[in-house]
């Protein structure tokens, strides 16, 4: 679909992703990973368009041409008519603790015995160690994430675990300059890399060339402060 034509218009290429803010959203803006594909698109003078759905549906239109290309991607190699791009952002499941409990885990496992909240189906993305942590009578899995930062904040809990920009889009979600030093990270979980697919390899190669420059601009670091305020971007990958 990357150069079709119709009555000598050159259409739009589609996007295909799913709703997770801050990373997805259906919107005017359409979250940090969007937009960064987005941008490099433009840069490389191509207007898009979205359509939404699950990303296991988007996978499979991006393999079949259905659509040109598909984000967030995670862990997954080329196949025909699926080519991954390079990292457009890193995700970054993080353990919050509110700085005055001076609680210093140095692994999940010592975690057990403190009171957890995180999101539904958390135990199948962060490994065995974590499973444990469901055994104790103070774990909580809650389907709605917007509230797990406030929930913290009040002392519900101890602890609480959820991608870094997940938790602090939510927590600052009506005002980006709120404080964010009250909370200490524990990087107790390894960060998992998002790409893009591309149904046309060309298209693909040419993407990953201009996002190396992107990276480096301005734009991208702006793309972070629309959705989290100030001081909490970070330049990983």
Same mark, same amino acid.
Do not use: W
């Given at each position: 679909?990357?150069?079709?034509?119709?009555?000598?218009?050159?259409?739009? &290429?589609?996007?295909?992703? /799913?709703?997770?803010?801050?990373?997805?959203?259906?919107?005017?803006?359409?979250?940090?990973?969007?937009?960064?594909?987005?941008?490099?698109?433009?840069?490389?003078?191509?207007?898009?368009?979205?359509?939404?759905?699950?990303?296991?549906?988007?996978?499979?239109?991006?393999?079949?041409?259905?659509?040109?290309?598909?984000?967030?991607?995670?862990?997954?190699?080329?196949?025909?008519? /699926?080519?991954?791009?390079?990292?457009?952002?890193?995700?970054?499941?993080?353990?919050?603790?509110?700085?005055?409990?001076?609680?210093?885990?140095?692994?999940? &496992?010592?975690?057990?015995?403190?009171?957890?909240?995180?999101? &539904?189906?958390?135990?199948?993305?962060?490994?065995?160690? =974590?499973?444990?942590?469901?055994?104790?009578?103070?774990?909580?899995? &809650?389907?709605?994430?917007?509230?797990?930062?406030?929930?913290?904040?009040?002392?519900?809990?101890?602890?609480?675990?959820?991608?870094?920009?997940?938790?602090?889009?939510?927590?600052? =979600?009506?005002?980006?300059?709120?404080?964010?030093?009250?909370?200490?990270?524990?990087?107790?979980?390894?960060?998992?890399?998002?790409?893009?697919?591309?149904?046309?390899?060309?298209?693909?190669?040419?993407?990953?060339?201009?996002?190396?420059?992107?990276?480096?601009?301005?734009?991208?670091?702006?793309?972070?402060?629309?959705?989290?305020?100030?001081?909490?971007?970070?330049?990983?990958?």
């Amino acid at each position: 679909m990357t150069s079709l034509v119709l009555h000598g218009e050159t259409l739009p &290429l589609v996007i295909a992703s /799913s709703e997770g803010p801050p990373h997805m959203i259906d919107d005017v803006h359409h979250g940090i990973d969007l937009d960064i594909v987005e941008a490099v698109l433009r840069r490389l003078g191509y207007e898009v368009d979205y359509q939404f759905m699950g990303l296991k549906r988007a996978g499979r239109e991006v393999e079949m041409g259905h659509v040109d290309v598909s984000a967030p991607i995670f862990m997954q190699s080329d196949v025909v008519g /699926s080519y991954i791009s390079s990292a457009i952002v890193q995700y970054q499941p993080m353990v919050f603790s509110l700085k005055k409990s001076n609680l210093a885990p140095a692994s999940i &496992l010592d975690m057990q015995g403190h009171s957890v909240v995180t999101f &539904l189906g958390a135990p199948g993305y962060f490994g065995a160690d =974590f499973g444990l942590l469901t055994e104790g009578d103070n774990y909580k899995e &809650l389907t709605d994430m917007s509230v797990i930062p406030e929930l913290l904040v009040k002392g519900r809990y101890e602890f609480a675990v959820l991608d870094k920009y997940i938790f602090y889009y939510f927590y600052r =979600f009506n005002e980006k300059n709120k404080d964010v030093s009250i909370f200490t990270e524990h990087k107790l979980i390894a960060p998992v890399s998002a790409s893009a697919a591309f149904h046309d390899a060309d298209l693909r190669d040419a993407f990953n060339r201009e996002l190396v420059e992107f990276m480096l601009s301005e734009e991208y670091k702006q793309i972070f402060e629309r959705y989290l305020g100030t001081a909490l971007f970070s330049s990983e990958p």
